[in-house]
């Protein structure tokens, strides 16, 4: 029993002085083992990683259905000079979207949220313009293609847009792990719409194919669905 007006021990106030608590804090974080890898590390092995999954998931794609390295660029090569523009526009697109849900910043709170938000919104329909408006594949000289059947519902783009989009959602999110504290939310989204745009852009260095459906069913659906997919399952995960 307390007597009244005194205060319960239930919520007495720490009378410890500050420079006990803040040596006492101090310590803690000493006998704290630190990760193997700053997160700058674990973040620059990672976009490192995707570039490399990514370049070995559409050579040996190519190889086994095209017998070539990059049936969708030798296409094109021959049939749209168009292409190389195309090209450093979809590479440019997925390092600013990379680079934004990557970012840790000198704070360590990362990209703030309108960026997250520009880049989780706008990839997608960027991506759709640059290879709808003016296919570069439309027009392929046949000579180049192989006996391979492209489908018109883009089912083979499909399974290797999961493949690299899986790939480097995992690379991301793990890198990121515990790394940025706020916003997860929509860096799980921005990390999902990386994902999406590494997928993106290695079909269409892989692919030949200039069908419509074919593009937005193998190509640019998957951007959408890696977006909610990293809005769904990584928030979590960034905090555990």
């Known amino acids: 029993m307390t007597k009244p007006g005194m205060p319960s021990a239930r919520f007495a106030f720490d ?11 101090q310590g803690d974080v000493r006998n704290t083992a630190a990760p193997r890898a700053g997160a700058q590390w674990r973040i620059a092995i990672a ?6 999954m ?32 195309v090209l450093l526009l979809l590479v440019a697109l997925t390092c600013v979207v ?10 360590g709170l990362g990209s703030g949220a309108r960026s997250l938000y520009l880049a989780s919104a706008l990839v ?5 313009a640059l290879v709808l408006v003016s296919p570069v594949h439309l027009h392929a000289d046949e000579e180049v293609l192989s006996d391979a059947t492209i489908s018109r519902w883009g089912l083979r783009c499909l399974l290797i847009s ?7 959602l995992t690379t991301f999110t793990v890198a990121l792990r515990r790394s940025i504290p706020t916003a997860n939310g929509l860096r ?7 994902a ?29 669905a890696f977006t909610l997919l990293g809005v769904v399952s990584i928030p979590r995960i960034l905090r555990v």
């Open 124 to 128: 997608a329909p960027l991506y759709a």
């Open 15 to 25: 009378e410890r002085p500050p420079d006990l608590l803040f040596a006492l804090i």
């Open 162 to 168: 999961a493949i690299v989009g899986l790939l480097v």
């Open 98 to 107: 990379t680079l934004i849900a990557m970012w840790r910043g000198r704070n």
């Open 196 to 224: 999406g745009a590494w997928a993106g852009l290695s079909v269409f260095i892989f692919c030949p194919s200039g069908d419509l459906l074919h593009i937005l069913i193998g190509h640019i659906l998957p951007i959408v």
């Open 54 to 85: 990514a370049g070995a998931v559409v050579v040996l794609a190519s190889q086994l259905v095209y017998h070539r390295y990059a049936s969708g660029l030798e296409v094109a090569v021959h049939s749209a000079p168009y292409l190389l523009q």
């Open 47 to 52: 976009v490192s990683l995707a570039a490399v």
């Open 188 to 194: 799980g989204a921005a990390i999902g719409t990386a």
